[in-house]
T-cell receptor
Framework: GENVEQHPSTLSVQEGDSAVIKCTYSDSASNYFPWYKQELGKRPQLIID?????GEKKDQRIAVTLNKTAKHFSLHITETQPEDSAVYFC????????????FGSGTRLSIRP | DSGVTQTPKHLITATGQRVTLRCSPR?????VYWYQQSLDQGLQFLIQYYNGEERAKGNILERFSAQQFPDLHSELNLSSLELGDSALYFC???????????????FGPGTRLLVL
């Protein structure tokens, strides 16, 4: 069945360094890939998304890259700050009205001061 | 604030009981999704409704049911509750469906359910 694998499960980086989270999806028909950030006890919030007709998208310190051939997509956070500490979820869905979005298992990112 | 509201924020109940969780989507959104998140776990998709009709089902237990009403709010009913049902339950909404490029989901604040 459809599956999204996310790595690593935990990530600790020094403040100011970059963080990279990677996801792999199984459904080759997937064409929409959002990323969510969830702070402790709060709702998941959309931080960036990408569609399959685009290879990269940037929004200030956050970027997402997509490799459709390899079925990989990645989140890149540059110049990390303490407020970037959270759990990040990737997800994938396809253009089918009956299709559900599949979430990765999450990455707990910690920023060391 | 995403514009999605959920009530109640917290719910404490006993095993065997039944509860109802309520969700109001963002204004203009027709699609509602329900998710379960257990402690330190990922988001488990339960069910999706679009304009009152069930559209997709995840790993939703038979003890759980949901519906979306004509005013587009949705309710998730959990019955014969067990200790393992303790979790955060999130509702999300989107404008429309994946097939029309309207699938971006916005999450509500969640309902924290504790079954004792």
């Amino acid at each position: 069945g459809e599956n999204v694998e996310q790595h690593p499960s935990t990530l600790s980086v020094q403040e100011g360094d970059s963080a990279v989270i990677k996801c792999t999806y199984s459904d080759s028909a997937s064409n929409y890939f959002p990323w969510y950030k969830q702070e402790l006890g709060k709702r998941p919030q959309l931080i960036i998304d990408i569609r399959s007709n685009v290879g990269e998208k940037k929004d200030q310190r956050i970027a997402v890259t997509l490799n459709k051939t390899a079925k990989h997509f990645s989140l890149h956070i540059t110049e990390t700050q303490p407020e970037d500490s959270a759990v990040y979820f990737c997800a994938a869905s396809r253009s089918s009205s009956a299709s559900k979005i599949i979430f990765g298992s999450g990455t707990r990112l910690s920023i060391r001061p | 604030d995403s514009g999605v509201t959920q009530t109640p924020k917290h719910l404490i109940t006993a095993t065997g009981q039944r509860v109802t969780l309520r969700c109001s989507p963002r204004s203009g959104d027709l699609s509602v999704y329900w998710y379960q998140q257990s402690l330190d776990q990922g988001l488990q998709f339960l069910i999706q409704y679009y304009n009152g009709e069930e559209r997709a089902k995840g790993n939703i237990l038979e003890r759980f049911s949901a519906q979306q009403f004509p005013d587009l709010h949705s309710e998730l009913n959990l019955s014969s509750l067990e200790l393992g049902d303790s979790a955060l339950y999130f509702c999300a909404s989107s404008v429309g469906l994946a097939g029309r490029g309207q699938e971006t989901q916005y999450f509500g604040p969640g309902t924290r359910l504790l079954v004792l």
